[in-house]
T-cell receptor, first 114, second 114 residues
Framework: DTGVSQDPRHKITKRGQNVTFRCDPI?????LYWYRQTLGQGPEFLTY????????KSRLLSDRFSAERPKGSFSTLEIQRTEQGDSAMYLC????????????FGQGTRLTVV | AQKVTQAQTEISVVEKEDVTLDCVYE???????LFWYKQPPSGELVFLIR??????QNEISGRYSWNFQKSTSSFNFTITASQVVDSAVYFC???????????FGTGTSLTVIP
């Protein structure tokens, strides 16, 4: 599979629990993005990695959110002490550092906090 | 400041009609990329097209065509002979020169009525 892969596809969690999502970008894509999308809205930027370096971080990313990209390959997004307002679709995308031709998003992880 | 505006929130057309989705963008960058994505009810963002700021040629792909005009900062998307399967939310997005984030419009929900 050469696309962006996200896991899990769906996650239901109780308020206050921690959750972690994983994104496997397209092989050799240096740039990786995390976005959040709530119902009826457009995707909102969360954070950006170039290789293993986190270069950009949205103010939306409160201290309960943390993202990593060890070794510049896959990335994880962790939400601690989840709140109902965290319920959303979390999307990951990757593109190459040079020659931006296409930008593919994964199928997303839909988080429901109950 | 970077911004993408999709003024049309919802559009309904009857099958086989042509429909144009508008996208207006703002950026101070001289190099940038514009994208269109389709989001069906399943939630994934499906890549449709990318345009860089130096390429103003219009593009046609089957029933889809795109009109990029730098003079009006617009990147409009036309579906010819619409089909029910075209029903989805369509997003226009701008990737800045630095590549640090995608800026999405609020999306246009298209309903094609059989």
């Amino acid at each position: 599979d050469t696309g962006v892969s996200q896991d899990p596809r769906h996650k239901i969690t109780k308020r206050g629990q921690n959750v972690t999502f994983r994104c496997d970008p397209i092989s050799e894509h240096n740039r990786l993005y995390w976005y959040r999308q709530t119902l009826g809205q457009g995707p909102e930027f969360l954070t950006y990695f170039q290789n293993e370096a986190q270069l950009e971080k949205s103010r939306l990313l409160s201290d309960r959110f943390s993202a990593e990209r060890p070794k510049g390959s896959f990335s994880t997004l962790e939400i601690q002490r989840t709140e109902q307002g965290d319920s959303a679709m979390y999307l990951c995308a990757s593109i190459p550092l040079q020659g931006t031709t296409e930008a593919f998003f994964g199928q997303g992880t839909r988080l429901t906090v109950v | 400041a970077q911004k993408v505006t999709q003024a049309q929130t919802e559009i309904s057309v009857v099958e086989k009609e042509d429909v144009t989705l508008d996208c207006v963008y703002e950026t101070r960058d001289t190099t940038y990329y514009l994208f269109w994505y389709k989001q069906p009810p399943s939630g994934e963002l499906v890549f449709l097209i990318r345009r860089n700021s130096f390429d103003e040629q219009n593009e046609i792909s089957g029933r889809y065509s795109w009109n990029f005009q730098k003079s009006t900062s617009s990147f409009n998307f036309t579906i010819t002979a619409s089909q029910v399967v075209d029903s989805a939310v369509y997003f226009c997005a701008l990737l800045s020169n630095t590549g640090n984030q995608f800026y999405f419009g609020t999306g246009t929900s298209l309903t094609v009525i059989p």
